[in-house]
């Protein structure tokens, strides 16, 4: 009921008249004075239309707290749909920089991984070319220490073999030399008893000769018997 319509039931009732009949049962009152029954209905009517009004209070209350409670459901719903988008685009992003993370981890260590293993090539290679060079160097100096070795023994025993010749010629020398000496010796007593015998006369003649004279002589004889 609208306050038009109270207004007009209001008017009603102190005019007489019934809103809801069209006769009354009461005679008409005189403007001025109010019956008692009239002032019930007043009262009456009065309290129903408080109470409309209240119902209808309570009905737009209730409307209006329908309203917020749907608008605050929406907006709440509205909310925790956003929300949950910011989440999920959240977990994406979160799930994204993790991948990357590890992906950049695999990588980083397929990358350690593949550098410590030419380190531990290139070690080894180096280790064997080092190898290799100090087994060959060692085998070239054992080489170099034989050769020197039978240089030595060939030196050594090529100047032992020429000592040794050396040795049987001077060996030789000196025997031909006491051998000569003694046959020259023996010669000379020849050759000296053989004028003593033969010419005594001479001989004393030689002792008065110069010894130079003689010498020479001797010498002269030695000469022809060398030739």
Do not use: C
């Not at 209070?57 to 949950?84: G, L, M, V, Y």
């Not at 410590?116 to 080489?143: F, N, T, W, Y």
């Not at 000569?180 to 020849?190: C, S």
């Not at 006369?201 to 002792?207: A, I, P, S």
């Amino acid at each position: 009921m609208t306050e038009h319509q109270i207004k007009d039931r209001i008017k009603a009732v102190l005019a007489g008249s019934s809103p809801d009949t069209a006769t009354s049962e009461h005679p008409l009152i005189v403007p001025g004075t109010m019956h008692p029954n009239q002032a019930l209905q007043v009262l009456t009517l009065a309290q129903r239309t408080a109470e409309e009004h209240i119902a209808i209070a309570n009905r737009q209350a209730e409307k209006i707290r329908t309203d917020a409670q749907a608008a605050a459901d929406k907006i709440a719903a509205d909310a925790e749909a956003h929300s949950q988008n910011i989440r999920r685009e959240a977990d994406k992003v979160l799930a994204e920089a993790r991948a990357t993370a590890e992906k950049a981890a695999r990588e980083t260590r397929a990358q350690a991984e593949e550098a410590r293993r030419s380190a531990d090539q290139i070690v080894s290679e180096a280790r064997a070319q080092a190898q290799a060079v100090a087994k060959k160097a060692e085998e070239q100096a054992d080489q170099l220490k034989l050769q020197a070795h039978q240089r030595y023994e060939d030196t050594v025993g090529s100047l032992g073999a020429k000592r040794e010749a050396l040795q049987r010629q001077i060996e030789s020398l000196e025997h031909f030399d006491r051998e000569y000496r003694a046959r020259l010796t023996a010669f000379m007593q020849n050759q000296l008893r053989a004028l003593w015998v033969d010419a005594p006369v001479v001989g004393d003649e030689l002792e008065d000769a110069d010894p130079e004279g003689s010498d020479e002589s001797v010498e002269d004889d030695s000469q022809e018997d060398d030739e």
